[in-house]
């Protein structure tokens, strides 16, 4: 017998993964570096399914049925140059070759243009979200790479995929090489966002409105059977209702409050960066990140002064916890818009052609921002495939048109009591630029143009112009 797939690398995502194939029915060859961990995976699930355990390369490449489908789950960067290294020249024109680690859109690029040219192997970007469990039950699957791969791997991804609520797959061909990678990115940028988003309004119901943890977690329960509802908020009130067995304290008490990261997140706002796209919301998110590991900075910085305002009282607290409810939604829509218009900036600029409306589709099941608001984002996309940007859909607008006068109270609650809340207020930034009919941009092109004569352009003529500020300050066409 053949395997219709093969998975190496089997540290905890690949092994889920190959169970996940074996489960529905496949039979699957898989492969490690230490083969002891080849074996432990089939000792220990050998009975869910068919799997081959191979030890060397050759056996594993042998054991595959044609076209073969190799997935590699290895760390990003070099070991998967090393393992593609290994298995390219052992592999036949057609054959395909699909990463399923976080790898960098760039080196995907590069990766599928080298095996393309050299040796006819079809590479496979493919990015996979919802961690350990949705890796084994069902994870949101984006895979890029040529076309012609996903008529053969398609089926097979769309039967492992999450399945969203109405039945649909979260898998779709997302676009030529590196499309299904910067998707991914994008995925991971927006997640990062949305967790800052979530934790300024845990910080805010906390030190405004004076809840503890535990009613902090009762709040969330509630928002999470409203238009809030997904998989990070249940898991939010998940983790502030947990109580630390060895102290008897809030778990998020005795966790070290210095949020780490490997990567995507940051890679999502350099990109954006690189295209020119206001990635404002998860850019802040990165930087939260960032600023909160710098524990010396912040151990100098404990004796700065900060207001005297008093926190609310317990009368006013529901209330306002309402208004969280709004600001925390209104800068969510923000900080969506913003990955789209990453994701349609990359597809333009790469040649992708990305359905903006099938990414939305695929994250409605398996990832970490899976939630009923992708359905939201869904709906927009299908009542106008042209959409500029979300905030242009009406139903969006009309949200953020009601929930504006709340986030506007948060803030000014927030920095009356020295809360920081750089999401909510970058979110709102966002929005107010966007809405106003002139910028102060007109006066950075005064400067510009005053001491570096890099001009300008006016609004009632054509043309570059420059002021000779240093002289009688009449104007010249440039
Ligand atoms: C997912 C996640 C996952 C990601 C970590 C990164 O979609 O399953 O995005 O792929 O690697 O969540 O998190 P950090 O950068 O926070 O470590």
């Known amino acids: 017998t053949s395997a219709q797939i093969g998975v190496t690398g089997l540290a905890v995502m690949g092994r889920n993964l190959a169970r996940n194939f074996a489960r529905n029915g496949y039979t699957v060859a898989v492969h490690n570096r230490t083969s002891s961990r080849t074996k432990a995976l089939v000792e220990e699930f050998g009975h869910e399914g068919d799997f081959i355990g191979t030890e060397t390369a050759e056996e594993f490449v042998a054991a595959l049925e044609r076209p073969r489908r190799l997935v590699i789950m290895v760390k990003a960067g070099e070991p998967t140059d090393a393992v593609i290294q290994e298995f390219a020249p052992l592999l036949e024109p057609g054959d395909m070759i699909i990463d399923g680690g976080n790898a960098h859109f760039a080196d995907t690029r590069r990766r599928e243009r080298e095996l393309r040219e050299r040796h006819g192997i079809h590479f496979v970007g493919m990015g996979v979200s919802g961690g350990e469990e949705g890796a084994l039950h069902g994870p949101s699957i984006m895979p890029g790479g040529p076309r012609e791969s996903y008529d053969s791997l398609g089926p097979m991804l769309e039967k492992i995929s999450a399945k969203a609520a109405d039945g649909a797959p979260c898998v779709t061909h997302v676009g030529p090489d590196g499309a299904g990678h910067f998707v991914k990115m994008v995925h991971n940028g927006i997640e990062y966002a949305d967790m800052q988003l979530i934790g300024e309004a845990y910080q805010l119901l906390r030190d405004v409105a004076g809840y503890s943890p535990a009613e902090i977690a009762e709040i969330f329960r509630t928002w999470n059977t409203g238009r809030l509802d997904s998989y990070l908020i249940e898991i939010t009130a998940e983790v502030l209702s947990h109580v630390d067995a060895a102290t008897g304290k809030p778990f998020v008490d005795v966790v070290v409050d210095q949020a780490e990261q490997k990567g995507t997140g940051r890679w999502t706002v350099q990109i954006a960066l690189d295209l020119g796209v206001p990635v404002s919301g998860i850019a802040e998110a990165v930087f939260a990140r960032s600023l909160s590991g710098h524990a010396k900075l912040r151990e100098a910085s404990q004796g700065l002064a900060g207001p005297k305002a ?125 809405r106003a009919s002139r910028l102060p941009a007109a006066l950075t092109q005064g400067q510009r143009d005053f001491f570096g004569a890099h001009t300008y352009r006016r609004v009632d003529r054509e043309g570059a112009f420059h002021t000779l500020w240093g002289g009688d300050r009449s104007e010249v066409s440039a």
Do not use: M, N
């Open 310 to 434: 008093a926190p609310l009282g317990k009368e006013e607290a529901a209330a306002f916890a309402d208004r969280v409810e709004q600001a925390l939604y209104a800068s969510k829509i923000v900080s969506y818009t913003q990955g789209f218009h990453e994701i349609a900036a990359g597809s333009e600029e790469y040649g992708w052609d990305i359905d903006l409306g099938a990414v939305s589709s695929i994250w409605r099941g398996g990832c970490i921002i899976r939630a009923a608001f992708l359905d939201r984002i869904r709906a927009a996309y299908d009542a106008r495939a042209d959409l500029p940007s979300l905030l242009s859909d009406e139903t969006f607008a009309r949200e953020i048109a009601d929930a504006q006068d709340d986030w506007r109270e948060v803030l000014i609650a927030a920095t009356r009591q020295g809360v920081p809340t750089p999401g909510f207020a970058a979110a709102l930034a966002y929005y107010d630029a966007l």
